[in-house]
């Protein structure tokens, strides 16, 4: 089983700043990664898939990156709205599998 | 429009059975694979199981494998997810998902989710 480690597990920090999420990988998982948003009590939304491209109506704010082992969501300019858990999921090997999840918080 | 509608849940002592469903409209849900994830209070998102569009290939996750089994009926548009042997860490909110065209396996659509409680 791929394990995905999220990094860090909270981030503090005030709109309009730039937020940097990590995602690594326990084997490589190519470019088959995925990132969703998730609010309370709300199913999750799909972000980035295949590392960098963004999912349809998603702003241009997010944008992933990295291959094989090591990814990252940046948000370039934190809005209001996006204080919210992230998740990163692979879709590389069987069984599918998602990140712990970082919680981005105001700070 | 694409929905994704959950029902079955429910409360249920540790050891018993429940069956979700997973209503299907606005694609073809034939072509398409479907997946269970779930949701644990205060937890992280863990999936659960995947179905082919055939529904000739299934695939489960270690800690569920040997007690649940995914199914699907194209007449009826519908996701099925049955559960034997329940046990308190199956407590969770069950999500039905599905790709939205990004990738197989990318989950672009989710239902609203069903709320599973297994306790005494």
């Known amino acids: 089983e791929i394990v995905l480690t999220q990094s860090p597990a909270t981030l503090s920090l005030s709109p309009g700043e730039r937020a940097t999420l990590s995602c690594r990988a326990s084997q490589s998982v190519s470019s088959y990664l995925a990132w969703y948003q998730q609010k309370p009590g709300l199913a999750p939304r799909l972000l980035i898939y295949d590392a960098s491209n963004r999912a349809t109506g998603i702003p241009a704010r997010f944008s992933g990156s990295g291959s094989g082992t090591d990814f990252t969501l940046t948000i370039s300019s934190l809005e209001p709205e996006d204080f919210a858990v992230y998740y990163c999921?692979?879709?590389?090997?069987?069984?599918?599998?998602f990140g712990g999840g970082t919680k981005m918080e105001i700070k | 429009e694409v929905q994704l509608l959950e029902s079955g849940g429910g409360l249920v002592q540790p050891g018993g059975s429940l069956r979700l469903s997973c209503a299907a409209s606005?694609?073809?849900?034939?072509?398409?694979?479907m997946s269970w994830v779930r949701q644990a209070p205060g937890k992280g998102l863990e999936w659960v199981s995947a179905?082919?569009?055939?529904?000739?290939?299934?695939y489960y996750a270690d800690s569920v494998k040997g007690r649940f089994t995914i199914s699907r009926d194209k007449s009826k548009s519908t996701l099925y997810l049955q559960m034997n042997s329940l046990r308190a860490e199956d407590t969770a909110v069950y999500y039905c998902?599905?790709?939205?065209?990004?990738?197989?396996?990318?989950?672009?659509?989710w239902g609203q989710g069903t709320l599973v409680t297994v306790s005494s």
């Open positions: 998902a599905k790709d939205d065209g990004s990738g197989w396996h990318y989950f672009g659509y």
């Open positions: 999921q692979q879709r590389s090997n069987w069984p599918l599998t």
């Open positions: 179905i082919s569009g055939s529904g000739g290939s299934t």
């Open positions: 606005g694609f073809t849900f034939s072509s398409n694979d």
